[in-house]
């Protein structure tokens, strides 16, 4: 099973001035530093949760289809564009959206969405090969910073200011307070996919 990011989110959740107010700073030396950070912060918060936190588009590949759902990583699920398929000739085919259903689980944390056959329909059988089912999905929390979780915000937030603080390497007396704050993130970890 591979996922590939094929359309990335246009922005970060946290702008570089909600930073700079966040850190108290008002001057511009250290912008291209900050905006580093940021995207540091948010990619260990997506790894951590395995959550996609500003809508982006995906293309789940694997080898067949299973018997019954497909839990879809990247979590929270917002639609399926195509679901797709190599048939016994080797032509790409499309999943008709009326064979199958997909259950996003809303914004709740922790659960990722799935996609199962529509009732009374079955999956088709791919080719026998690697990469023959193919399924594209949004996911994300939503387009801006606001629809994100405000807990997620406060660990990025407070990640970026440690970053910022401690550029040396952690010390041991530090590490219990990151641990600390990695509990803000808890609720929305994916455990599953």
Not at 8 to 23: R, W, Y
Not at 116 to 133: C, E, F, H, I, N
Not at 140 to 165: N, V
Request: proline share 9%.
């Amino acid at each position: 099973m591979i996922i590939t990011q094929t359309v990335p989110p246009d922005k970060e959740p946290l702008t570089l001035e909600q930073v700079k107010g966040f850190l108290r700073i008002d001057h511009d030396e250290e912008d291209s530093f900050l905006e580093r950070l940021i995207a540091s912060a948010r990619q260990q918060a997506e790894m951590i949760t395995r959550n996609q936190f500003i809508t982006a588009t995906f293309r789940y590949d694997f080898d067949a289809f299973p018997c019954g759902s497909i839990e879809l990583p990247r979590p929270p699920l917002q639609s399926i564009s195509l679901i797709q398929y190599v048939d016994s000739e080797g032509q790409l085919q499309t999943v008709s959206a009326s064979d199958y259903q997909v259950i996003t689980q809303g914004k709740e944390p922790g659960v990722p969405g799935s996609v199962l056959p529509a009732y009374g329909k079955s999956w088709p059988t791919p080719r026998y090969q690697p990469d023959a089912v193919r399924i594209t999905f949004l996911a994300g929390w939503g387009l801006e910073s606001d629809e994100i979780p405000q807990p997620i915000i406060d660990w990025m937030l407070i990640r970026i200011a440690t970053l910022y603080e401690n550029r040396q390497l952690y010390e041991p007396g530090q590490i219990a307070t990151v641990e600390f704050v990695d509990m803000l993130l808890r609720p929305y970890v994916v455990q599953k996919v």
